[in-house]
């Protein structure tokens, strides 16, 4: 498929999802107008430190990850990669993110095919992870549930099974970069991998809960992390999609819209984008920042 068509069927995806959220959002604005929104100032600066820190810990895990590629580098030179790069994600395609890893993982040293391989590895663990966190959110919805946490299961048991997972994870590679990727990962290491972005999940997770928190005095409830990490994994393995926009708004505001309605659920989650996209700027604008300040003192 051309990669022109494959960027209008990723526009035509998030213009139809924003409009279906947006137009419930107007057709009912006076259930939006009417819902009893209570701001909780300390909610949402929790709910922002939530998020800060899983984001500084998901950069250490990479840091981890490089390692056993036989590659270290100090964390504020990875910081700066990883958050100049990070905002390839919101471009059609999902390679840029990686083109950026690559081309300023070189400069300090790093071959790309190692970048580029630690970084399809980190999205192919964290998707393992986020699939397990899921778990609770899907067997909630009752329908065919049972088969799903089937599914999972035997889907771990053979994805960390090294000969399995080095034959996907060279697919994927091949696919995506036309490069063999090479995995120094034994089972005991993907599982001690897939715990810590298990970890990272359920901070995102608290995150989100507290944001929802802080702007409807909802109570938090624990099913918030795996519908954030269920949203999220969807919205990321949508190809098409940039930065899974729209398709992780759509699956937040159906698991919501029996706790507040259609239209206010749509509204919480298009402002839960917002907020984490402004969480991502602040640490963009600090590697930025850091970037700069080492070209001035160069």
Do not use: C
Request: cysteine-free; glycine content about 10%.
């Amino acid at each position: 498929m051309k990669k022109g068509f494959k960027t209008v069927i990723g526009v035509a995806i998030i213009v139809a999802i924003f409009a279906y959220l947006i137009r419930g959002i107007v057709v009912n604005w006076q259930q939006v107008k009417d819902f009893h929104w209570q701001i909780d100032y300390l909610s949402l600066l929790i709910s922002f430190l939530f998020f800060a820190a899983t984001q500084l810990f998901s950069v250490w895990v990479w840091l981890q990850l490089l390692k056993k590629f036989g590659y270290e580098l100090a964390f504020g030179k990875l910081f700066v990669i990883w958050w100049i790069s990070a905002m390839g994600r919101y471009l059609p395609g999902k390679v840029w993110q990686l083109a950026g890893l690559a081309i300023m993982g070189e400069r300090e040293g790093i071959p790309a095919e190692v970048t580029t391989s630690a970084s399809i590895l980190t999205q192919v663990l964290a998707i393992l992870a986020g699939f397990v966190i899921s778990i609770p959110i899907v067997l909630a919805q009752k329908k065919e549930s049972i088969y799903f946490l089937l599914m999972t299961v035997v889907f771990l048991i053979l994805m960390v099974y090294p000969p399995v997972f080095k034959k996907w994870i060279n697919f994927i590679g091949k696919k995506i970069r036309g490069i063999e990727i090479r995995v120094h990962l034994d089972t005991l290491s993907l599982l001690e991998f897939i715990l810590l972005y298990g970890f990272l999940w359920i901070g995102y997770g608290v995150g989100f809960g507290l944001f929802v928190r802080g702007i409807t005095g909802a109570n938090f409830t624990l099913d918030y992390i795996p519908i954030y990490a269920f949203s999220y994994i969807v919205g990321l393995i949508t190809v098409f999609v940039p930065g899974g926009f729209g398709v992780r708004e759509g699956l937040m505001a159906a698991f919501l819209k029996d706790r507040f309605g259609e239209a206010v659920a749509s509204a919480v989650a298009i402002m839960a984008r917002i907020w984490v996209t402004l969480v991502e700027l602040f640490f963009f604008l600090i590697a930025v920042s850091m970037m700069a300040r080492r070209k001035d003192g160069a």
